[in-house]
């Protein structure tokens, strides 16, 4: 079993969509949860950072985790057709040496002008 | 412009050659890491060094060799000993505090004919 799961899509919504992407998780020792959006054949770009339980809003962006379920989430309001690309959930404990991020598999999304 | 850059973009190898992947960073970060992504697999963690002459080995290092002379740079080798090394390989840098917020470049797509 992956310590991350990440539905891989596509995930195909109209423009203007309320869009849900979502990841759930096995180690609890996980307290800080990030979004990376990445467009086809480019470098992830870092969208949302989360430190433990609660919601964040950026924009049209909402990140939310829910720590009891091992459950986080990425909101898009009012999707754009330049929203279309692969969305990663990334995770890591708090520090234990180990330095680096645990990544999902992704999530295609294409929204269709 | 501060960033990360890789280089080449697109690189082909025969099987038995060792092949070098070069990453610079100007963003005067301590950290810098190297991931390899796969269709359907995310981003895995090959490398990764937190400070100028240390490093160490991430998930999936066998094949693979780095070395961190420089604070800006951090080339990673691909050896003839890995044995499936056509993939997507990025690298990234952070803040050697905040580790969770990095900061990825372009990426080279290695292939081996």
């Known amino acids: 079993q992956k310590e991350v799961e990440q539905d891989p899509g596509p995930l195909s919504v109209p423009e203007g969509a309320i869009v849900s992407l979502n990841c759930t998780y096995s180690n609890s020792a996980f307290q800080y949860f990030m979004w990376y959006r990445q467009y086809s054949r480019k470098g992830p770009e870092l969208l949302m950072y989360t430190y433990s339980s609660g919601n964040k809003e950026d924009g049209r962006f909402t990140a939310q985790v829910d720590k009891s379920s091992k459950y986080i989430s990425l909101f898009i309001r009012d999707s754009q057709p330049s929203d279309s690309a692969t969305y990663l959930c990334?995770?890591?404990?708090?520090?234990?040496?180990?330095?680096?991020?645990?990544f999902g598999s992704g999530t295609r999304l294409q929204v269709q002008p | 412009d501060g960033g990360i850059t890789q280089s080449p973009k697109y690189l082909f190898r025969k099987e038995g050659q060792n092949v070098t992947l070069s990453c610079e960073q100007n963003l005067n970060h301590d950290a810098m890491y190297w991931y390899r992504q796969d269709p359907g697999q995310g981003l895995r963690l090959i490398y990764y060094?937190?400070?100028?002459?240390?490093?160490q080995k991430g998930d999936i290092a066998e094949g693979y060799s780095v070395s961190r002379e420089k604070k800006e740079s951090f080339p990673l080798t691909v050896t003839s000993a890995q044995k499936n090394p056509t993939a997507f390989y990025l690298c990234?840098?952070?803040?050697?505090?905040?580790?969770?917020?990095?900061?990825f470049g372009p990426g080279t797509r290695l292939t081996v004919l």
């Open positions: 990334a995770m890591s404990a708090l520090d234990t040496g180990r330095r680096a991020l645990t």
């Open positions: 990234a840098s952070s803040n050697r505090v905040s580790y969770n917020e990095q900061f």
């Open positions: 060094s937190q400070i100028v002459n240390d490093f």
